[in-house]
Nanobody
Framework: QVQLVESGGGLVQPGGSLRLSCEASGTIFSIDMMAWYRQGPGKERELVAQVPTGGVPDYADSVKDRFTITRDNAKNIVYLQTDSLKPEDTAVYYC??????????????WGRGTQVTVSS
């Protein structure tokens, strides 16, 4: 019914940048919160950034002033601009969204993830 597809990951040197994208598709009526999570090697999944519809973005302390989350509500896309990347940012980045379907049901959906590797 709903798919979240991430793109934009890759290998980048320390100090570099990547722009991640996530597009939601399916029988969508509306989208509430959209967010990015990440899971590094041997670590638990953690919230990176989130933005509610029409609301103020919120960031993990570790990425504040380096990452920026934005949304294109007309296209159901959420972006994560990652700047000044550090090796500790290496992780699989997952898109997450709270979505209301046209049948009235709501749920929380995940993408399959995109790998970001920061290394020289």
């Amino acid at each position: 019914q709903v798919q979240l597809v991430e793109s934009g990951g890759g290998l980048v040197q320390p100090g570099g940048s990547l722009r991640l994208s996530c597009e939601a598709s399916g029988t969508i009526f509306s989208i509430d919160m959209m967010a990015w999570y990440r899971q590094g090697p041997g670590k638990e999944r953690e919230l990176v950034a989130q933005v509610p519809t029409g609301g103020v973005p919120d960031y993990a302390d570790s990425v504040k002033d380096r990452f920026t989350i934005t949304r294109d509500n007309a296209k159901n896309i959420v972006y994560l601009q990652t700047d000044s990347l550090k090796p500790e940012d290496t992780a699989v980045y997952y898109c997450n969204a709270v979505i209301k379907l046209v049948n009235g049901m709501s749920g929380r959906y995940w993408g399959r993830g995109t790998q970001v590797t920061v290394s020289s």
